[in-house]
């Protein structure tokens, strides 16, 4: 079910209660702004989720709220998890879903990293 990715931010969400431990997930990558950890389903051969460690709802939300050191350590957290995952030179997507009409499933800020295969067109024709 999509989600608004404007409301308040709700402390109870899927990746709130991934980043305080409640709930397991594969991890990638961890750092002090951010956490990329396996999709639980997956859309292409690597498709790695990473999410900032802040209380963000969106992309909106983080570029308008989060701190320099939020944004430049969340940037660089998904450049290095794409090198560590050796995807630069095959290519990879990122991709932000933010409301309803884009999909958003989960109102807590991420980014879905793909790759490990050609992904063709990025909307149906």
């Known amino acids: 079910m999509a989600v608004n990715g404007t409301g308040p931010y709700d ?15 594969r991890k990638v990558y961890e750092d002090e702004y951010a956490l990329a950890f396996h999709d639980i389903a997956p859309k292409a051969p690597v498709h790695v989720l990473v999410i900032p460690k802040g209380p963000f709802v969106s992309f909106a939300d983080f570029s308008s709220n989060g701190t320099e050191a ?34 958003q499933e989960v109102p807590h800020f ?16």
């Open 70 to 103: 939020e944004i430049t350590g969340f940037t660089r957290a998904v450049g290095k998890v794409a090198r560590d995952l050796k995807l630069e030179a095959p290519g990879y997507r990122l991709l932000s879903n933010v409301g309803v009409e884009a999909g």
């Open 11 to 25: 402390p109870q969400n899927v990746f709130a209660r991934i980043l305080r431990g409640e709930l397991p997930c």
């Open 110 to 125: 991420h980014v879905h990293l793909f790759g490990g295969k050609a992904l063709g067109a990025m909307l149906p024709g």
